[in-house]
């Protein structure tokens, strides 16, 4: 399981499309829409740590060399807040199945806590694993601000 913890801190794209969403006039469906947009800038810059590996490709000319993702991803939102970023990513990455994990932030010490029955993913991965992986990052992200 690659845990990899990517931080956009600074990207003019999503600063732009979170400036007109934080606006206190910005209708619904313009907010609906800009948060699909940056799922999609996250899907790209994402995708640029995937592992490929190398396939031979008939086309009708010859054999060629192409790429394909070493692994199926999956597109697991964080309940409720995630779930329009994830729309964009599935947007981007349409290879990818769906599942989610609840989590809700402690107040008291900022980590994630599971929502109990929240488990659910359309194929059976190693959910454990999933959610360990997932509590690493947050737990991390929480350090890294907490330090910052």
């Known amino acids: 399981m690659n845990d990899t913890l990517i931080l956009l801190d600074g ?5 732009h499309k979170l400036g007109q969403m934080r606006h206190k006039d910005c209708p619904s469906e313009l907010f609906r829409r800009r948060l699909r947009e940056v799922g999609m800038i996250l899907a790209a810059v994402v995708s640029d740590h995937l592992s490929v590996t190398s396939i031979d490709i008939p086309t009708p000319l010859e054999i060629t060399q192409g790429k394909k993702l070493s692994t199926h991803p999956v597109i ?7 779930l329009g970023l994830a729309e964009g990513i599935a947007a981007v990455i349409t290879e990818a199945d769906w599942g989610h994990i609840g989590l809700k ?18 194929k059976p991965y190693a959910v ?10 947050i737990a991390r992200r929480v350090e890294s601000l907490q330090n910052a």
Do not use: K, W, Y
């Open 11 to 15: 990207h003019a794209l999503i600063e």
């Open 76 to 82: 697991i939102p964080i309940l409720r807040a995630g």
């Open 105 to 122: 932030r402690n107040e008291e010490n900022l980590l994630p806590e599971h929502l109990a029955g929240s488990r659910i993913l359309s």
């Open 128 to 137: 454990d694993e999933v959610e360990h992986s997932l509590r690493q990052l």
